[in-house]
T-cell receptor, first 113, second 113 residues
C-alpha cells in the first residue's frame, strides 16, 4: 500500500519568515495530494490540494509543489503569521482508492512573534 | 455548511467494555471514515465505508468493527476496549471519488482505564 513520510515533525519559524514542509510517497500510482491544517483543539481542514497533472498550485500565502519523478511534494507558507501555528498533514490518494487518503505523521508549526 | 457530528467529545470506559462511537453527516456524502489520531503517528485509517452496508478495512482495523445501516450514520465499535485504544477518534465524510475534501467531525477523546 501507499506510505507517506513527512518532515520535519516540528518547525519553529519567526513571524514573517517562510515555512516549508516536505512529504514523500511510495506508490507512483498516487495522483491526488491534499494538505490539511489542524489548529489546537479543532478538527483538520483542507487548505490546499494538487493533482498529479499539475506541478504547482498557489493560494495566497500558501503553495504546494509536486515532483512526480522524485515522488515528493511540499507545502510552502510565505510571510508566516501567528494564525499559521497548527499541525499540518500531507496526504496521498491512489486512483482506485475510493477516496481513501494515506496521511503523513504531521508537522507542528510554531510561529513566534 | 457541511456538518459532521460525533456522539461524544469525551468518553471514559473500563477495560473490556463494549464501546460505541457514532458519527453523523448531513451532506448526503457517500464516503465515511474513522481515523485514530495519536501524537507523532498522524491520522491512521481504521475503517472506511463507501456506501450503506459497505465497508473496507483501513490500516489498523484490529480490535474495531463498524456499522453503516444508514447513509448519514457510521458507527465505530470497540468490541472489548483495551488501554491501548485510548486515543482521539475522528470521523470524516466526503463525496465519492479521490479528489473530494474530507470533512472531519470534532473528535472523541476516549480514555480506557
Amino acid at each position: 500500500g501507499e506510505n507517506v513520510e513527512q518532515h520535519p515533525s516540528t518547525l519553529s519559524v519567526q513571524e514573517g519568515d517562510s515555512a516549508v514542509i516536505k512529504c514523500t510517497y511510495s506508490d507512483s500510482a498516487s495522483n491526488y495530494f491534499p494538505w490539511y491544517k489542524q489548529e489546537l483543539g479543532k478538527r483538520p481542514q483542507l487548505i490546499i490540494d494538487i493533482r498529479s497533472n499539475v506541478g504547482e498550485k498557489k493560494d495566497q500565502r500558501i503553495a504546494v509543489t509536486l515532483n512526480k519523478t522524485a515522488k515528493h511534494f511540499s507545502l510552502h507558507i510565505t510571510e508566516t503569521q501567528p494564525e499559521d501555528s497548527a499541525v499540518y498533514f500531507c496526504a496521498a490518494a491512489l486512483t482506485d482508492s475510493w477516496g481513501k487518503l494515506q496521511f503523513g505523521a504531521g508537522t507542528q508549526v510554531v510561529v513566534t512573534p | 455548511d457541511v456538518k459532521v457530528t460525533q456522539s461524544s467529545r469525551y468518553l471514559v470506559k473500563r477495560t473490556g467494555e463494549k464501546v460505541f462511537l457514532e458519527c453523523v453527516q448531513d451532506m448526503d456524502h457517500e464516503n465515511m471514515f474513522w481515523y485514530r489520531q495519536d501524537p507523532g503517528l498522524g491520522l491512521r485509517l481504521i475503517y472506511f465505508s463507501y456506501d450503506v452496508k459497505m465497508k473496507e478495512k483501513g490500516d489498523i482495523p484490529e480490535g474495531y468493527s463498524v456499522s453503516r445501516e444508514k447513509k448519514e450514520r457510521f458507527s465505530l465499535i470497540l468490541e472489548s476496549a483495551s488501554t491501548n485504544q485510548t486515543s482521539m477518534y475522528l470521523c470524516a465524510s466526503s463525496r465519492a471519488g479521490i479528489s473530494y475534501e474530507q470533512y472531519f467531525g470534532p473528535g472523541t477523546r476516549l480514555t480506557v482505564t
